[in-house]
Antibody, heavy 121, light 112 residues
Framework: EVQLVESGGVVVQPGGSLRLSCAASGFTFDDYAMHWVRQAPGKGLEWVSLISWDGGSTYYADSVKGRFTISRDNSKNSLYLQMNSLRAEDTALYYC??????????????WGQGTLVTVSS | QSALTQPASVSGSPGQSITISCTGTSSDVGSYNLVSWYQQHPGKAPKLMIYEVSKRPSGVSNRFSGSKSGNTASLTISGLQAEDEADYYCCSYAGSSTSHVVFGGGTKLTVL
């Protein structure tokens, strides 16, 4: 059974930093690209970032480019999102999600339950 | 403002069919057969319903179907059931030099 378990969400002040983690199990982690997708309270889904199976290719939404960094450790079956210079508009539930392919696409077949990040003073 | 445009809400009675549209541009929906659709019930994680415009993942009912014409993709749900009431989001590839992946704003489906 595929499982994606996010952690690291907390309340942080504007301008602060945070690192989210996602522990993956139930599939061959290093065969697949991975995404972070977020959802602000009461709002729709917003794609944040994508990393290819080997970490060689990374992509970001314009809203987070230059502030967020996606990475993965295939030896630990883990995905990460380093978030810097946080803003109030980054407040959201952050989902870790698995792509159907290694290079990444828009076919996201498994999602975690999310971790809540709140940016507030 | 979302990159892909969806109606805010649609509704239908049990047994009827409904279609949700997703309008993009020639840079995303119109250029790639990489449109997917997600169902999200309140308080739950999204679920993949359609990928690559019209493919259904294993386990998804064949009452769900997808299509695309030009810059607009569509999700059709036939034989509406009460459990289909949820939010639906479309998603498209937008090119590696741009936002890469974009979602629609979401459509609330109400089963009357």
């Amino acid at each position: 059974e595929v499982q994606l378990v996010e952690s690291g969400g907390v309340v942080v002040q504007p301008g602060g930093s945070l690192r989210l983690s996602c522990a993956a199990s139930g599939f061959t982690f290093d065969d697949y690209a991975m995404h972070w997708v977020r959802q602000a309270p009461g709002k729709g889904l917003e794609w944040v970032s994508l990393i290819s199976w080997d970490g060689g290719s990374t992509y970001y939404a314009d809203s987070v480019k230059g502030r967020f960094t996606i990475s993965r450790d295939n030896s630990k079956n883990s995905l990460y999102l380093q978030m810097n210079s946080l803003r109030a508009e980054d407040t959201a539930l952050y989902y870790c999600a698995k792509d159907m392919y290694g290079s990444g696409s828009t076919s996201i077949d498994y999602w975690g339950q999310g971790t809540l990040v709140t940016v507030s003073s | 403002q979302s990159a892909l445009t969806q109606p805010a809400s649609v509704s239908g009675s049990p047994g009827q069919s409904i279609t949700i549209s997703c309008t993009g541009t020639s840079s995303d929906v119109g250029s790639y057969n990489l449109v997917s659709w997600y169902q999200q019930h309140p308080g739950k994680a999204p679920k993949l319903m359609i990928y690559e415009v019209s493919k259904r993942p294993s386990g998804v009912s064949n009452r769900f179907s997808g299509s695309k014409s030009g810059n607009t993709a569509s999700l059709t749900i036939s034989g509406l059931q009460a459990e289909d009431e949820a939010d639906y989001y479309c998603c498209s590839y937008a090119g590696s030099s741009t936002s890469h992946v974009v979602f629609g704003g979401g459509t609330k489906l109400t089963v009357l």
